[in-house]
Structures are given as structure tokens and as C-alpha cells.
């Protein structure tokens, strides 16, 4: 069995979720990448997440508080989407005004 628990962050995360680890030590691995973060082990711990779960929210590096990994991303969205609305909101109240007269 391999020592999952001696291992870096990034190589274990390399290891379990390019699924090179062999299929017999996978749940052992998987479980030492859980242990890395306590947020997501205390969540897999409570039963509000499954192993996959968890697996999968630290592979796209969102937990259920959020990540600084995507702030940059996730402020442009809100950004752009309160843009859109100010624009859009303007443009019907222009329309609304030219129909009114």
C-alpha cells in the first residue's frame, strides 16, 4: 500500500483524481485526500457528503463555503450579471417612455 499519508496535497490530488492510484488502495487514497481538507471531511464525516462527492468538490476546488481558487471568475460573473440587468432595466425603461408619449 502506497503512503498516501506521507504524500504532498498536489501530488496526492494528481494521484486520485487522474485515477492512477491502483483500484485496490483507491478508497485508502481517496480518504487521505478527504483527511487534506477538514472542511470536506467533516462534511463526509456528518453524512451530508458522499466520498465521490467530496472528491469531485475538491477537484473543481469548491466547497460549500466557497475557495479563493475562483474569486477572480466568480466576481466577473456577478459583475457581468448585475451589468446586464442595469442595461437591461435601462433599455425597458427607455422603451417604456417612448411608448408613453
Known amino acids: 500500500m502506497g503512503n498516501y499519508d506521507e504524500m504532498s496535497t498536489?501530488?496526492?490530488?494528481?494521484l486520485v483524481l487522474d485515477r492512477i492510484v491502483p483500484k485496490d488502495e483507491a478508497a485508502y487514497a481517496r480518504a487521505a485526500l478527504i483527511a487534506r481538507d477538514p472542511e470536506?471531511?467533516?462534511?463526509v464525516h456528518q453524512g451530508l457528503m458522499t466520498?465521490?462527492?467530496?472528491?469531485?468538490?475538491?477537484?473543481?476546488?469548491q466547497t460549500r463555503y466557497g475557495?479563493?481558487?475562483?474569486m477572480i471568475g466568480d466576481r466577473l460573473v456577478l459583475w457581468a450579471k448585475r451589468l446586464g440587468t442595469f442595461f437591461g432595466g435601462t433599455f425597458f425603461a427607455w422603451i417604456a417612455i417612448h411608448v408613453a408619449r
Do not use: C, F, M, N
Open 10 to 14: 498536489a501530488r496526492l490530488k494528481w
Open 40 to 43: 470536506i471531511q467533516s462534511l
Open 51 to 61: 466520498e465521490e462527492q467530496a472528491v469531485a468538490a475538491i477537484k473543481t476546488g
Open 67 to 70: 475557495d479563493d481558487e475562483g
